[in-house]
């Protein structure tokens, strides 16, 4: 048999094979749902270390490159995409497997349909909110509503498979002057999430310390642990190995590839956090049953994080106005202690009239953190925290989600991190004098605003009589004015 013979017939085998050399003509989440064991944190494979805890496919760190990236897929010397179609001439940034940073991370955290044991933030249906995604950073989707809310409703990453534009009127970070260039410089998923994961948790038994690709005395050290699980769950970093930090959030130093040009390094390291591994699924009923919930245990420095782009949009401490001082910013941040007439109006508030709670009235609709009880100082922390922190999203009543003079304020005690159903990402309609009316209906009055059934979807499933009637704003329920 000749050479030429030889190399018809390997070829011939291979595209037989459905191009069984390699997975550059799948993408990340074929990867992931062909191997049951690492979508779903739920289930884990038996004689592994994949754990709820380990994460899924990142783990913490960065994930299998072709999950993301084509890397032999080309032909004449140019890449080919295997997002739109394979062996077409389109030719993916960074050869990624989308047409964009934030499209190839859509590919895995995206679907037409709401599922609770995957990780997606978004719902690419564009016209229905029946079967939004639940997780607490709110699902992109919002975004794509043709309602009165678009580009109004939360962080407008790009992602052109997807069919997300940029923002058109907010081109600063609102209290920043961070700016967003165009193309593949634009807003994008990794403009916040460091999608290999560099930054994590060392830790040496009693204490941990922030790790990363560039070290600077007193904030991040350098890189001597392998991560082995993801920070998102309340794994435990120990002399031997690290954790991811909290959703692959990027610490100090960190500016995305794409920015290279203009870059603008984060100053803050992130957050401290835990999440409960089932997180993306309805609320309905919490209101009579807070067991219902998905609560996230957040510890510290999420404002801190947010100010690396909204530089002055809060501020730790408040003085009034009008008694001399230069405030007329809401505090949040480590420093936005709540005071005794607001954590014990928190710890009573049901709803618009009823201060008669006892016990756990902690709800995810107006979350808080706890900076004072869990010692992080943006560079290092106590182990014994984590352990807290990742007790209470299990149900350990230890005192997380109570409220007390060691609670604080934070960004997203108001706001979701991705969208939400309300302007400016509220977690709430903040446009309205009611949430519900006199028949416990939710209220949207805006113009082009939201129906029932995208209300109920906005407050993740909730049904209004979880609120009662005449429902007012939920400042109330740390300021108590109703």
Same mark, same amino acid.
């Given at each position: 048999?000749?050479? +030429? ?17 390699? /997975? ?24 592994? =270390? +994949? ?17 993301? #990236? ?61 079967? +939004? ?9 919002? &975004? ?10 939360? #962080? ?44 994590? +948790? ?80 309805? =609320? ?8 219902? =919930? ?9 404002? =801190? ?17 009008? /008694? ?130 995208? &209300? ?27």
């Amino acid at each position: 048999m000749n050479r +030429m013979k030889k190399w018809t017939m390997a070829a011939v085998f291979a595209l037989a094979a459905g191009n069984a050399w390699g /997975q550059a003509a799948i993408t990340g989440k074929q990867v992931l749902q062909n191997n049951t064991n690492m979508w779903d944190p739920n289930r884990p494979t038996t004689g592994t =270390e +994949m754990t709820p805890t380990t994460g899924t496919f990142h783990a913490g760190g960065v994930a299998a490159c072709d999950g993301c #990236h084509v890397m032999h897929n080309a032909s004449s010397g140019v890449a080919r995409s295997t997002r739109v179609a394979p062996w077409t001439n389109a030719v993916p940034a960074f050869l990624l497997q989308g047409s964009d940073q934030s499209s190839t991370c859509l590919n895995c955290h995206g679907d037409s349909t709401h599922n609770a044991n995957t990780p997606y933030v978004i719902t690419n249906t564009g016209t229905t909110v029946a079967q +939004m995604n639940y997780s607490p950073g709110g699902d992109f989707g919002w &975004l794509r509503e043709a309602t009165g809310y678009t580009e109004r409703s939360g #962080h407008n990453v790009v992602a052109s498979d997807f069919s997300m534009a940029a923002d058109g009127t907010m081109t600063t970070a609102p209290g920043g002057t961070y700016r967003p260039g165009s193309g593949l410089a634009a807003f994008a998923c990794s403009s916040c999430h460091d999608p290999h994961g560099r930054f994590r +948790m060392q830790g040496n038994g009693t204490r941990w310390n922030w790790a990363g690709p560039v070290v600077q005395a007193g904030l991040v050290d350098r890189i001597t642990q392998p991560i082995w699980a993801s920070g998102s769950y309340g794994a435990i970093p120990d002399d031997t190995k690290a954790v991811g930090a909290y959703r692959l959030l990027a610490g100090v130093g960190y500016f995305p590839a794409s920015n290279i040009a203009s870059p603008t390094p984060f100053v803050s390291n992130p957050p401290v956090a835990v999440a409960p591994a089932g997180y993306n699924r309805s =609320e309905a009923g919490a209101g009579a049953n807070k067991n219902l =919930e998905v609560r996230v245990a957040y510890g510290a420095g999420m404002s =801190e994080w947010c100010a690396n782009c909204h530089t002055n949009i809060h501020m730790d401490s408040y003085v009034s106005g009008a /008694q001399g001082g230069t405030g007329l910013k809401h505090p949040a941040g480590a420093l936005a202690a709540l005071k005794p007439g607001q954590y014990n109006v928190y710890n009573t508030y049901i709803s618009s009239g009823r201060f008669d709670g006892t016990g756990d009235q902690y709800t995810s609709l107006v979350p808080f953190e706890n900076a004072a009880r869990i010692g992080y100082d943006g560079h290092s922390g106590n182990i014994a925290d984590l352990t807290a922190l990742a007790a209470a999203t299990t149900g350990a009543a230890n005192g997380i989600f109570v409220a007390s003079a060691q609670s604080n304020v934070m960004c997203l005690s108001c706001h979701r991190a991705h969208a939400s159903a309300f302007t400016s990402m509220v977690r709430w309609n903040p446009d309205d004098t009611f949430i519900t009316d006199s028949t416990a209906n939710f209220v949207d009055t805006k113009a082009g605003g939201r129906a029932a059934g995208a &209300l109920k979807a906005g407050y993740y499933g909730r049904d209004p009589v979880d609120m009662g009637t005449y429902q007012r704003s939920l400042c109330n329920k740390c300021h108590g004015k109703d």
